[in-house]
């Protein structure tokens, strides 16, 4: 069955520092997604992004934050200068609709030092 | 704003006893509505989802939930479980879109659930 990736498993950073996570969406998915679970919390809502577009954003999501998609495959979520809380994990997920399930990948582990 | 309650952070149960997690979700239009399983060290998988139609949706290994809509709930049930369904279970919403904009779920805080042999 084919899966949602994500790179690095675990990634730490000295605050200040910029970080990109990736992911590689399911090959026929059009809709793309992060999400953020900061330790103890729930799953929140980031960003949505189709057609090239950030379709959707939350709260959380200012302008610290950027998506790109730089090529057919990766889908990729840049935090300029990361702040203390930061740190949580990050999971990507990926859907063919907007009326579909979205699919998950393991998540990124961002530890902010 | 959308917002889902779980209502029980911790549940153990021994291996053949039932198990019902509830859920309870605020929203104001139609949704669809998903029980996400996390095993350890894995990633989040879908159980079932409910989009319309029967309001009793089957999933997989065994799990189900109802849609009360006058209740604003969906509770996750399984009639005899197994030591192999210790996890995490998030329940989530979302709206029922008809335009192509990105759909956030929104989740509730999660149910660990642990299975004694």
């Known amino acids: 069955e084919p899966e949602v990736t994500q790179t690095p498993s675990h990634q730490v950073t000295q605050m200040g520092q910029e970080v990109i996570l990736r992911c590689v969406p399911i090959?026929?998915?059009?809709?793309f997604y992060w999400y953020r679970q900061i330790l103890g919390q729930k799953v929140e809502f980031l960003v949505s992004?189709?057609?090239?577009?950030?379709?959707?954003k939350s709260e959380i999501f200012d302008d610290q934050f950027s998506v790109e998609r730089p090529d057919g495959s990766n889908f990729t979520l840049k935090i300029r200068s990361t702040k203390l809380e930061d740190s949580a994990m990050y999971f990507c997920?990926?859907?063919?609709?907007?009326?579909?399930?979205?699919?998950f990948g393991d998540g990124t582990r961002l530890s902010i030092l | 704003a959308q917002s889902v309650s779980q209502h029980n952070h911790h549940v153990i149960l021994s291996e053949a006893a039932s198990l019902e997690l509830g859920c309870n979700y605020s929203?104001?239009?139609?949704?669809?509505l998903f029980w996400y399983v996390q095993y350890p060290g894995q990633h989040l998988q879908l159980l079932l989802k409910?989009?319309?139609?029967?309001?009793l949706v089957k999933g997989i290994k065994g799990f189900e939930a109802e849609f009360i809509k006058s209740k604003f709930s969906f509770n996750l049930r399984k009639p005899s479980v197994q030591w192999s369904d210790t996890a995490e279970y998030f329940c989530?919403?979302?709206?029922?879109?008809?335009?192509?904009?990105?759909?956030?779920?929104?989740f509730g805080g999660g149910t660990r659930l642990m299975v004694k042999p």
């Open positions: 997920a990926s859907s063919e609709s907007s009326n579909q399930p979205q699919h």
């Open positions: 090959s026929n998915h059009l809709y």
């Open positions: 992004f189709y057609n090239n577009e950030i379709s959707e």
């Open positions: 929203y104001g239009g139609t949704v669809n």
């Open positions: 409910y989009f319309s139609g029967d309001p």
């Open positions: 989530a919403v979302s709206g029922h879109m008809n335009n192509n904009a990105g759909n956030m779920l929104t």
